[in-house]
T-cell receptor, first 113, second 112 residues
Framework: QQQVKQSPQSLIVQKGGIPIINCAYENTAFDYFPWYQQFPGKGPALLIAIRPDVSEKKEGRFTISFNKSAKQFSLHIMDSQPGDSATYFCAASIQGGSEKLVFGKGTKLTVNP | NAGVTQTPKFQVLKTGQSMTLQCAQDMNHEYMSWYRQDPGMGLRLIHYSVGAGITDQGEVPNGYNVSRSTTEDFPLRLLSAAPSQTSVYFC???????????FGPGTRLTVL
């Protein structure tokens, strides 16, 4: 049973576009929702995270939107750049237990110049 | 700080061989975890530890053993490697004060 469903599997946008990656979760006990960015040959790195008591969080060009009633959250990348080309993973865990993250399957983003 | 380090970077094993993947962190983090990453599958938790001497199973623990004798080290042991264990393995750690997990660079393992 996949607890965190991520879509799309891959995404291609032009420089300056706004890619959107969506995730849905099933376990209502989840209360910590991070997004990780991974470049080829590297380990994932935390990009931005949100808790369910807020509906939106922005850090630079990256924004998480959160819909608790729908059990969905999404990542928006404003003014995307070729350097943003990477694989993005959403994840979820129970607060205080984020060493036990449940990951989505990932989205490979390509930003063309 | 070196952060989270993993050795080796690459390893090829034959079916039935055993080996240990090493993970170390120099950030004095209490919590450490092992994940495996397979194409199209995301990362899946194998084992985790909340402190020295304390370990527990994650989503896919079969075929793997762990121990945590020190805060710094969290080795992952494959007792009898199988082709299904071909994967990229990531170690991660975090402090109890924050949720952010720091990942190592990974070990790419191929089992023939």
């Amino acid at each position: 049973q996949q607890q965190v469903k991520q879509s799309p599997q891959s995404l291609i946008v032009q420089k300056g576009g706004i890619p959107i990656i969506n995730c849905a979760y099933e376990n209502t006990a989840f209360d910590y929702f991070p997004w990780y960015q991974q470049f080829p040959g590297k380990g994932p790195a935390l990009l931005i995270a949100i808790r369910p008591d807020v509906s939106e969080k922005k850090e630079g060009r990256f924004t998480i939107s959160f819909n608790k009633s729908a059990k969905q959250f999404s990542l928006h990348i404003m003014d995307s750049q070729p350097g943003d080309s990477a694989t993005y993973f959403c994840a979820a865990s129970i607060q205080g237990g984020s060493e036990k993250l449940v990951f989505g399957k990932g989205t490979k983003l390509t930003v063309n110049p | 700080n070196a952060g989270v380090t993993q050795t080796p970077k690459f390893q090829v094993l034959k079916t039935g061989q055993s080996m240990t993947l090493q993970c170390a962190q120099d950030m004095n983090h209490e919590y450490m975890s092992w994940y495996r990453q397979d194409p199209g599958m995301g990362l899946r938790l194998i084992h985790y530890s909340v402190g020295a001497g304390i370990t527990d199973q994650g989503e896919v623990p079969n075929g793997y053993n762990v121990s945590r004798s020190t805060t710094e080290d969290f080795p992952l042991r494959l007792l009898s490697a199988a082709p299904s264990q071909t994967s990229v393995y990531f170690c991660a750690s975090r402090t109890s004060a924050y949720n952010e997990q720091f990942f190592g660079p990974g070990t790419r393992l191929t089992v023939l």
